[in-house]
C-alpha cells in the first residue's frame, strides 16, 4: 500500500518537516545521534540532519527511500536510509539519543506497543523519544490520517506507554497544517516528549 502511495512524482507529505521538529528544534543537537521510524520521503530525518544530528531513517517503501535521498541530496547532508519493516525490525539496544516518530499511526494498538517498545529500547538512558501524530478529534476532520480510532493517540494512552519516563512535554491540540497533500487542513494533535530513566 504505502508503495503505491509514495510512487508519484510529488511528495505526498511535502518536503518541509513537521511543524512538530521545527518547534522543538532545541532537542536536536549537533552530534546527537537520532532513529527516525517509518520515516516516508525523508522530510523529517532531512531536517535532523541539517540540524548535526546524525540520522538512520527506517522506511519499508523503496520509493520513498529513492525520493529522502534525493531529498538529502538537495540539502547536502547524508542520511543513513535504511529499509526495514518496523514491526519486524531488529531494534537496537540503547544506541541512540532520539528516537522519533511521527505520524506513524498505520496500525493498531497492538503494532503500536510493539513499534513503541521497539524505539524505548533503542533509545540511550537519558535520550528522548518524540511522539507526534492524531487524537481521535480528527476523524471528525478527515484532513490526514488513517481514519481508525484505534490507530490514533491520547495525552494518557501515551503516559501509560511510557509510564516511569520524565514527560517533558504531552499536549493536545488544534491546529491548521499544510504539509503536502497527506496532512491538509484543520488537524487534532498531540505531542509527546520524554527522557528515558537514566
Known amino acids: 500500500m504505502w508503495e503505491k502511495r509514495f510512487s508519484t512524482p510529488d511528495y505526498l507529505f511535502g518536503k518541509e518537516p ?11 543537537q549537533k552530534g546527537q545521534n537520532a532513529l527516525s521510524v517509518a520515516d516516508g520521503e ?6 535532523m540532519a541539517t540540524q548535526g544530528v546524525d540520522v538512520t531513517a527506517l522506511e519499508f517503501a523503496p520509493s520513498a527511500i529513492a525520493k529522502a ?13 535504511t529499509k526495514a ?11 541512540y539519543d532520539l528516537g522519533v516518530a511521527i505520524f506513524i499511526q498505520f496500525v493498531g494498538p497492538e503494532g503500536r506497543k510493539q513499534i513503541f517498545d521497539g524505539v524505548a529500547r533503542a533509545t540511550k538512558p537519558g ?3 518524540m511522539l507526534h501524530g492524531y487524537t481521535p478529534q480528527q476523524i471528525e476532520f478527515g484532513t490526514g490520517g488513517p481514519g481508525k ?17 520524565e514527560i517533558l512535554e504531552c499536549r493536545e ?26
Not at 513537521?18 to 536536536?28: G, N, V
Not at 535521498?69 to 536510509?81: D, G, I, Q, S, W
Not at 480510532?149 to 516511569?164: K, W
Not at 488537524?187 to 516528549?193: C, G, M, V
Open 69 to 81: 535521498r534525493k531529498l538529502a541530496m538537495e540539502h547536502a547532508v547524508t542520511v543513513n536510509f
Open 149 to 165: 480510532v484505534e490507530n490514533l493517540y491520547t495525552d494518557a494512552m501515551l503516559r501509560e506507554d511510557f509510564a516511569g519516563w
Open 18 to 28: 513537521a511543524t512538530f521538529l521545527r518547534t522543538h528544534a532545541k532537542y536536536l
Open 127 to 129: 535520550g528522548l523519544v
Open 85 to 95: 519493516d518496523v514491526l519486524t525490525y531488529d531494534w537496537p539496544d540503547g544506541e
Open 173 to 198: 491540540y488544534i491546529r491548521d497544517i499544510q504539509e503536502g497533500a497527506g496532512h491538509s487542513g484543520q488537524s487534532a494533535l498531540i505531542d509527546f516528549i520524554a527522557r528515558k530513566p537514566a
Open 42 to 47: 525523508g522530510r523529517n530525518s532531512v531536517f
